[in-house]
């Protein structure tokens, strides 16, 4: 037998198909008893459904004037979820936002009205994209990952202007502007293996079928030529998903989702104060006024910096390379300010 929620979908599906629906002709057309068809409708209306008990030798139901888009069914948990994921598409980094607008009205006119009550209180701003996808490049990208079929496409080597390259980009630090005579660039071939929302852009993990090696792509710089390219068998990766992947390569890793430079230093300062500016480094309190701090960075400089905009007293743990990075940026300041 069909399940209660799917049959109540059913009936309000059937009560939009016309104006009056007798009760036993209901019941026949879901294959249930009219009690059974009463007790539903007395579901719908606890829901917030306004169906009408119309008169006559058998009785019937109609829905109430202002009902007649197509009734969707949610409970209290999946209406809040419906309006926290589309007023949250402008941190997605997908280019959706009026889109995303629009399919929230559409949604909320056909929620009952307890329920768009609580979806009209949810209201925050979300962060801006940093670099928006184009939504037709991620459908034909996921799709081509989806499938496991070869993707060509032209790769933008140069961010657009006042973008930030972020680290691990199969193109990061590239500066050159390519000059009006240059030939543009022979299209990639890639094998996809795996689309990544990393801080809040968009990446590609594909097998490069002309440098025989992983690459990570920005999907903001991808322009897809025809899709739909021959099938291939999809390769181990090189760690444990593409999340993981490609958060190794931001951090300068080729596999582990772990900085190239790690170093331990004892800060003077409470691991209260310490805390919210951790990020993805290890705390460990040392007593009440003491921190032991673990980060990382792409180099052991960068370690240091890292300690030093705590603005206290420090030791180093270890290991001996950020010691003697910590020796030699104390040698260059006395040597600059003597």
């Given amino acids: 037998m069909v399940g209660n929620s799917s049959r109540m979908l059913s009936l309000l599906s059937l009560l939009q198909t016309r104006r009056d629906w007798p009760g036993p002709l209901l019941a026949d057309r879901l294959g249930v008893t009219a009690r059974t068809v009463r007790r539903d409708v007395d579901r719908l209306r606890e829901l917030g459904y306004s169906v009408v008990a119309t008169r006559g030798p058998e009785g019937g139901y109609r829905l109430a004037p202002g009902t007649d888009l197509p ?127 990393r801080g809040g852009r968009w990446y590609l993990l594909a097998w490069d079928l002309d440098r025989d090696d992983w690459r990570v792509f920005r999907l903001d710089r991808v322009h897809p030529r025809s899709p739909g390219g021959a099938p291939f068998a999809r390769r181990p990766l090189p760690g444990p998903d593409a999340a993981a992947v490609v958060a190794a390569r931001a951090k300068g890793s080729a596999d582990a989702d772990r900085w190239p430079c790690e170093g331990v230093v004892d800060l003077e300062l409470p691991p209260g104060e310490v805390a919210p500016w951790v990020a993805d480094g290890l705390l460990e309190a040392r007593g009440e006024h003491r921190s032991r701090l673990t980060i990382g960075s792409w180099s052991w400089a960068g370690v240091l910096a890292a300690a030093l905009r705590f603005d206290a007293p420090f030791t180093v743990v270890g290991p001996p390379e950020l010691r003697s990075a910590a020796e030699a940026a104390a040698a260059r300041l006395r040597g600059g300010s003597a």
């Fill in 71 to 197: 009734p969707l069914l949610f409970d209290d948990e999946q209406a809040v979820a419906i309006a926290v994921a589309l007023l949250g598409v402008t941190a997605s980094g997908v280019d959706l936002d009026e889109a995303a607008s629009r399919a929230l009205a559409t949604v909320r006119q056909v929620m009952p009205s307890r329920l768009r009550h609580r979806v009209d209180g949810i209201r925050f701003t979300a962060p801006p994209p940093v670099d928006p996808v184009d939504p037709a490049v991620l459908e034909v990208v996921s799709a081509a990952t989806r499938d496991a079929r070869v993707l060509r496409f032209r790769y933008d080597r140069v961010a657009v202007p006042g973008a930030d390259p972020a680290p691990g980009d199969e193109t990061a630090g590239t500066t050159a502007v390519p000059s009006a005579g240059d030939l543009p660039a022979p299209p990639r071939r890639v094998e996809p293996h795996g689309v990544v929302l």
